[in-house]
C-alpha cells in the first residue's frame, strides 16, 4: 500500500532562514508526489508535484522539492522563510491500488511550519 | 475565476441527525473528490466522481455515508444518523480528468456532532 509520512510535527525556522519540511514515501512502483499548503480557515492549495523527470521540482511562492528515490523522500525546501509562510503543509502520493487510476491522493499527517520574524 | 466552494461552513448536529453537505466545483472539472479530515490529521480519500458517475466509494467508512453527483457538477455528502466520530472537516475536490493529480480544494465543511 501506498503511504507518506511527515516526520515532524512542527519546524521553526527564523524569517530569511532556508527552511525543509520533510516527506519519505513508501509506493510500489513510481511515485507522483505532491505538496499542498492549509492556511487556517482555508482549503488546501496545491504547490508542487512530481511525476518524472527532473529530481528537482520548483512550485509556487518559491518553494521546491527534492525528489531522491534512493531515500525515497520527497522534502519541501525554500531558499528564505518568509514570515507569510507560516501554514500546515503535507505531502501527499498518488493512490496507483485499487480502482487504480482515480487520481485519489493520500496524505501524510501534516507538518505546521512557523516562521518567527 | 471561481474557485470551489463548500455549504455550509460550519454545521453542528445533535447525534442521530442526518446532514448534507454541499460542494460547487470549479466550472468544467470532470473529476471531484471528497475527503475527510479529522483534527490534527491529514484528510483522507472517501470518494471520488467522474462526471456524474461515482467510480470509487472505497473510502467511505460506513453505510451511513452517502455521495451522489446526480448532473455531473454540485455534489451532496449526505451522512445519515450522524455519530460522534463523524466529527471533522469535509473537503471536497475538483480537477480536470487530464490532470487529477492537481486538485483545486473547498474551503471545507466544519461538522460538530454532539
Known amino acids: 500500500a501506498q503511504s507518506v509520512a511527515q516526520p515532524e510535527d512542527q519546524v521553526n525556522v527564523a524569517e530569511g532562514n532556508p527552511l525543509t519540511v520533510k516527506c519519505t514515501y513508501s509506493?510500489?512502483?513510481?511515485?507522483?508526489l505532491f505538496w499542498y499548503v492549509q492556511y487556517p480557515n482555508r482549503g488546501l492549495q496545491f504547490l508542487l508535484k512530481?511525476?518524472?523527470?527532473?529530481?528537482l521540482v520548483k512550485g509556487s511562492y518559491g518553494f521546491e522539492a527534492e525528489f531522491n528515490k534512493s531515500q525515497t523522500s520527497f522534502h519541501l525546501k525554500k531558499p528564505s522563510a518568509l514570515v507569510s509562510d507560516s501554514a500546515l503543509y503535507f505531502c501527499?502520493?498518488?493512490?496507483?491500488?485499487?480502482?487504480?487510476?482515480?487520481?485519489?491522493?493520500?496524505f501524510g499527517q501534516g507538518t505546521t511550519l512557523q516562521v518567527k520574524p | 475565476g471561481a474557485g470551489v466552494s463548500q455549504s455550509p461552513r460550519y454545521k453542528v448536529a445533535k447525534r442521530g441527525q442526518d446532514v448534507a453537505l454541499r460542494c460547487d466545483p470549479i466550472s468544467g472539472h470532470v473529476s471531484l473528490f471528497w475527503y475527510q479530515q479529522a483534527l490534527g490529521q491529514g484528510p483522507e480519500f472517501l470518494t471520488y466522481?467522474?462526471?456524474?458517475?461515482?467510480?470509487?466509494k472505497s473510502g467511505l467508512p460506513s453505510d451511513r455515508f452517502f455521495a451522489e453527483r446526480p448532473e455531473g457538477s454540485v455534489s451532496t455528502l449526505k451522512i445519515q444518523r450522524t455519530q460522534q466520530e463523524d466529527s471533522a472537516v469535509y473537503l471536497c475536490a475538483s480537477s480536470l480528468v487530464t490532470d487529477q493529480e492537481t486538485q483545486y480544494f473547498g474551503p471545507g465543511t466544519r461538522l460538530l456532532v454532539l
Open positions: 512530481y511525476i518524472t523527470g527532473d529530481n
Open positions: 509506493v510500489s512502483g513510481n511515485p507522483y
Open positions: 501527499a502520493v498518488r493512490d496507483r491500488g485499487g480502482s487504480g487510476n482515480t487520481g485519489k491522493l493520500i
Open positions: 466522481f467522474q462526471n456524474e458517475a461515482q467510480l470509487d
